[in-house]
């Protein structure tokens, strides 16, 4: 008797742990649905999913010691902004298709504030960390690369500048950056390895 209730609750416990983690696969309609709607049909959305990744886990109910929210880990004055310029009405900031509808909107915001930099795998770069850090520190990075007479379109060089730019916590933007891009791999090959476990022969016995 005893062995059966404590099975029922660690089954429930389970049940309970896997309700609260969020699913991998749950938001990418939404993912899809923006960044087709803001940035075109050819871009791919999982940048996005794996910055939703990088901020939250996907976890919609996040929330930071600074007051972000949500999965893609926005400020409420932020929301607000965006919320205040879109005709469109959008609902609070806890909901998720809102949440990373106006995230990947700031986003677009930020990448065509970087038309000059003629590289797309740089620009990501940059517009991630603009996102994580702002565009003022960003700036001055860009700045202070030239300064040092390195190429300030290259995101190599504003890792090397880093230390030397005033005002900005570069070890909180530079592993986000990274992280983004390497979670973006995996996802991207998550269907190719699907595809080869699929037309790979049935193993014998």
């Known amino acids: ?3 059966a209730s404590f099975c029922a609750l660690t089954l429930a416990a389970g049940g309970l742990a896997a309700q609260r983690t969020p699913s991998r696969t749950r938001y990418d309609p939404i993912f899809r649905k923006y960044t087709k709607r803001f940035f075109g049909v050819g871009f791919d959305w999982q940048y996005f999913k794996a910055q939703g990744l990088a901020e939250s886990g996907l976890d919609a109910r996040a929330r930071s010691r600074v007051g972000a929210r949500g999965v893609m880990q926005l400020m409420p004055g932020t929301y607000a902004i965006i919320r205040k310029n879109r005709r469109e009405r959008m609902g ?8 990373i509808a106006a ?3 700031h986003d677009r915001d930020l990448w065509l504030s970087m038309q000059d930099n003629p590289s797309f795998e740089e620009r990501v770069r940059f ?11 960003i700036v001055r990075a860009g700045q202070a690369a030239r300064a040092a007479r390195l190429d300030e379109h290259r995101w190599q060089s504003i890792q090397q500048v880093a230390p030397r730019v005033p005002n900005w916590r570069y070890r909180e933007t530079l592993p986000y950056v990274d992280k983004i891009e390497s979670t973006h791999r995996q996802l991207s090959s998550e269907p190719r ?5 699929r037309k790979s022969p049935a193993s014998r016995p």
């Open 92 to 99: 609070a900031i806890d909901d998720p298709e809102w949440n």
């Open 1 to 3: 008797m005893l062995l």
């Open 103 to 105: 995230a990947i909107l």
């Open 193 to 197: 390895k699907a595809n080869a476990a």
């Open 127 to 137: 517009m991630f960390g603009s996102y994580n850090a702002g565009e003022g520190p």
